[in-house]
């Protein structure tokens, strides 16, 4: 995955809890998966090596995507630009965040993705989040299109790990959002090309 740096057609697709059998064979979420430290296990860590050395360590394993999405934070959408989503794609999008920082820019470079989206948060690089341009709005239309398809519920995706999984850019969720994001851009395009028809008759 890492290797594929700044791959524009991978995304980050959803994230879930860690899931560890319990005694009696159930589930506990965000139980520590085999070979994690939990809590008692960082404190006894933190006596024996010192707070530095845990400190280190933990930050080693911090999720870059969880660290944004995880927080609150992002911004919702401009109300235009929503407005315009929302009839293009028939969806309401009040509750979707947009993330665009430089921690939202890290953690999407961080995972090879221009953007991906987790949820309702939609994080973008710098660059890609540009409702000003056909090729930014198509690649919102294209994350929004995320946001529906996990309110479905899970999608598919290798796990890059912290509970990440990442979509493979030939699978059925990316090649369905970019015929959508496609799909709904082409309305602007009809749009925009009927009153210049309209002109030359």
Not at 50 to 55: E, F, L, Q, W, Y
Not at 150 to 162: H, I, K, L, M, Y
């Amino acid at each position: 995955m890492y290797a594929h740096e700044l791959d524009p057609q991978q995304h980050v697709t959803s994230v879930a809890p860690v899931r560890r059998a319990g005694p009696a064979g159930g589930e506990h979420a965000n139980a520590a998966p085999p070979g994690v430290l939990g809590a008692s296990g960082i404190l006894r860590l933190q006596r024996e090596a010192g707070n530095g050395a845990v400190a280190g360590m933990l930050e080693e394993e911090r999720s870059p995507v969880l660290d944004v999405v995880g927080r609150g934070g992002g911004s919702p959408m401009e109300s235009g630009l929503r407005r315009d989503m929302e009839t293009r794609l028939g969806a309401d999008f009040s509750d979707v965040r947009i993330h665009t920082d430089a921690r939202a820019h890290d953690s999407a470079r961080s995972v090879g993705a221009r953007a991906y989206t987790v949820g309702s948060d939609v994080v973008f690089q710098r660059e890609a989040f540009d409702p000003s341009s056909r090729a930014g709005r198509t690649t919102i239309a294209h994350e929004l299109t995320h946001v529906i398809q996990q309110r479905s519920g899970p999608v598919a995706g290798s796990d890059a790990g912290n509970g990440v999984r990442v979509s493979d850019p030939g699978d059925s969720f990316e090649l369905a959002a970019a015929a959508n994001a496609e799909a709904a851009m082409a309305v602007q395009r009809q749009e925009e090309e009927a009153p210049e028809e309209e002109l030359q008759e």
